[in-house]
């Protein structure tokens, strides 16, 4: 089957702009995660949706992240405006319902503001 | 919500000896313990996982113990390979709510 994924690929901004990622999840996933892994930490959980509900974005800096995931399908995550510290690789990860049961894991996209 | 730590955060070990990596959780309703493997650059991936009606799964080479009255769970790599070097991480899960929280991470280094 065809995996999770995500574009760009890598990304350079500036503080202060903005920039969107882009998730494809596992056809037939309910369940898709948004994860921010700043350098040498663990993934940090941003947003969880089931099919197009929110399930939990209770570390998700509302200020300036969104995403939303349309159609309960693809999803996007927008920061805006972007600053220093959120230099990190993007993840998203797709799971076929909720709860106990594999994540699969895109590329991720390579976030860096200077 | 769930906290998930994870120790040591690094590990060196020579090839062929056993790595173990240990994790605790806080919230007694989990019920599900995946491990992921990321390699440099790349996405984390599944290497095993455990369901809390039982306490131990063995996958070849990898282990994984759950002590649920404890709330902790173990990964045992034995005879390690230098292709075993990665940072591995530990998660724990209540079914039906699905907050997929993961540990620190290990790097685990394995040395020729």
């Known amino acids: 089957e065809a995996g999770v994924a995500q574009s760009p690929r890598y990304k350079i901004i500036e503080k202060r702009q903005s920039v969107a990622f882009w998730c494809n999840p596992i056809s037939g996933h309910a369940t898709l995660y948004w994860y921010q892994q700043i350098l040498g930490q663990g993934p940090k959980l941003l947003i969880q949706f089931q099919n197009n509900g929110v399930v939990d974005d209770s570390q998700l800096p509302k200020d300036r992240f969104s995403a939303e995931r349309l159609k309960g399908v693809d999803s996007t995550l927008k920061i805006q405006p972007a600053k220093l510290e959120d230099s990190a690789v993007y993840l998203c990860?797709?799971?076929?319902?909720?709860?106990?049961?594999?994540?699969?894991f895109g590329q991720g996209t390579r976030l860096t503001v200077v | 919500g769930e906290n998930v730590e994870q120790h040591p955060s690094t590990l060196s070990v020579q090839e062929g000896d056993s790595a173990v990596i240990k994790c605790t959780y806080s919230d007694s309703a989990s019920n599900y313990f995946p491990w992921y493997k990321q390699e440099l650059g790349k996405r984390p991936q599944l290497i095993i996982d455990?369901?809390?009606?039982?306490g131990e799964k063995k996958d070849q080479r990898i282990a994984v113990t759950l002590n649920k009255t404890a709330k902790h769970f173990s990964l045992h790599i034995t005879e390690t390979q230098p292709e075993d070097s990665a940072v591995y991480f530990c998660a724990a899960i209540r079914d039906s709510w699905g907050k997929l929280q993961f540990g620190a991470g290990t790097q685990v280094v394995v040395t020729p």
């Open positions: 990860a797709s799971s076929s319902d909720r709860g106990a049961t594999e994540a699969f």
């Open positions: 455990i369901r809390s009606n039982v």
